[in-house]
């Protein structure tokens, strides 16, 4: 069943872009530039230094302190500490990425990994701020009110549903020593060029993908946007601004796109974690209930 839907989706892909070239070309021109524009020079760097600190243990002991006042809040381990600051602060795949290295290095559990990835996978706050606020809503007052609506509702979740559970981090790895080498800078530089290479090619294709969608024949405009809001979020997003819909549509609309990351987002998740054998299923399940909940806190701000 799963080769035939992939064969499927395959083969639309090719009797599109053969049969709308043009199309096909803009769009894809489109996603090339949002990855070389915005998310190359924002995340290559990042991915360098993050994989430098995971393997050279650097970090490990400013994770340790934090953990003395962050356990009492959150069931997570020291180790888990900067996976969810980073995806906090630095936005999607991150999150996921780093969670994976950590398990992969062995320095969290396989356990705390499968839970943490599901809720350290976010938009950045730049993203939010500059594009969504600032650009599309036009609406930069609403910023921290934003915040709390994308990010509290995961946080709550997480420790919800493991206020029972104490991880900790591996005790092999609990006294290890940080070093530093050319040998691990080299190693750095091309995990963070292979990560930003796969997450380019996944935008391309959910560009031409979300392209593909306005053909549908839907002839509700608001439908066919959240069609491609919940493909790929910036094309939704920008959709929906197009639309000049009431702001107590829009803005709940944009928030539940964020919230989800797009069907992109998680073909991009399930990308950077695929060597950990993480499940997919309960990422989706804890994206659709904070889009529900991101969805149903913006239509109250709106409706106050």
């Known amino acids: 069943m799963k080769k035939i839907f992939y064969i499927t989706i395959l083969t639309f892909f090719l009797f599109y872009i053969l049969g709308f070239p043009e199309e096909s070309v803009q769009a894809a021109a489109l996603g090339l530039n949002l990855w070389y524009e915005k998310m190359l020079p924002a995340l290559l760097p990042f991915s360098i230094l993050s994989y430098i600190l995971i393997h050279s243990g650097i970090l490990d002991h400013f994770a340790k302190a934090m953990h ?25 795949p991150m ?43 036009h609406r930069p007052d609403l910023r921290f009110a934003t915040y709390l609506i994308l990010y509290v509702p995961p946080l709550v979740l997480y420790i919800l549903l493991n206020r029972k559970k104490h991880f900790h981090t591996p005790v092999e790895y609990s006294k290890k020593t940080a070093s530093m080498n050319f040998q691990l800078i080299d190693a750095g530089i091309m995990n963070g060029f292979e990560t930003l290479a796969k997450l380019g090619g996944y935008i391309i294709l959910f560009a031409i993908l979300a392209q593909m969608t306005t053909l549908i024949p839907i002839r509700n405009p608001i439908f066919k946007c959240l069609l491609i809001g919940f493909t790929e979020i910036t094309n939704g997003i920008a959709c929906t601004a197009r639309l000049n819909l009431d702001f107590s549509l829009a803005y709940p609309f944009m928030m539940a796109y964020t919230a989800f990351g797009g069907l992109s987002g998680f073909a991009q998740t399930a990308s950077m974690v695929k060597d950990t054998g993480f499940s997919m299923v309960p990422y989706l399940q804890m994206k659709l209930l904070g889009t529900l909940l991101s969805f149903c806190l913006a239509l109250i701000l709106v409706n106050a």
């Open 95 to 137: 999150g996921s990425k780093i969670t994976a290295d950590l398990v992969q290095s062995g320095k969290m559990s396989r356990e705390e990994g499968q839970r943490l990835f599901c809720v350290c996978n976010n938009i950045s706050p730049m993203f939010i701020s500059s594009f969504i606020l600032n650009e599309s809503l």
């Open 68 to 92: 003395r006042f962050l356990k009492h809040l959150l069931p997570i381990s020291s180790a888990g500490i900067y996976p969810l600051i980073a995806g906090l602060l630095f936005g999607f």
